[in-house]
């Protein structure tokens, strides 16, 4: 029996607990990535190249901020990050954002990526993205 009182007691608070936002609200979705290319002559622009695309994105509570491309120099080192402010859409409202960032192109030959990922106004992240491309040797 006081097991009873003891569970109907803390039933209340754990319902509670779950109850109402966080006040950090909901984090940003991505629904796809599209890039131009996916492959890019060593030295090509004079070892820079725009990647350019297209990401299809929802935020439930329709305050997203920026969307961050992260990469590496040359696939090392501390990552880098770019953040494009995001024009505003309705909370739900589905959008595409577009993709604009500089890559390096004067690394050797091989596979390389740009992490993609929006962010909201409390810094929520959404999901990241990876956006891969290779670097050529011309023939």
């Not at 936002?21 to 940003?28: C, I, N, T, V």
């Not at 629904?31 to 439930?60: C, H, I, K, N």
């Not at 501390?78 to 993709?99: F, K, N």
């Amino acid at each position: 029996m006081r097991a009873i009182r003891v569970l109907l007691l803390l039933l209340p608070w754990t319902v509670l607990a779950g109850c109402g936002e966080d006040g950090d609200g909901s984090a940003p979705r991505i629904s796809s990535l599209r890039y131009t290319s996916d492959r890019y002559l060593v030295g090509f622009g004079g070892g820079r190249a725009l990647l350019t695309g297209q990401v299809e994105a929802m935020d439930p509570d329709g305050d997203l901020a920026f969307l961050r491309a992260s990469d590496q120099v040359c696939g090392q080192g501390p990552w880098r990050h770019l953040d494009t402010p995001v024009e505003q859409a309705a909370a739900g409202e589905t959008i595409s954002v577009p993709l604009l960032t500089v890559i390096r192109t004067d690394c050797p030959a091989g596979a390389y990526h740009v992490e993609v990922s929006l962010f909201d106004a409390r810094k929520n992240q959404s999901e990241i993205l990876d956006a891969p491309f290779t670097l050529f040797e011309a023939e």
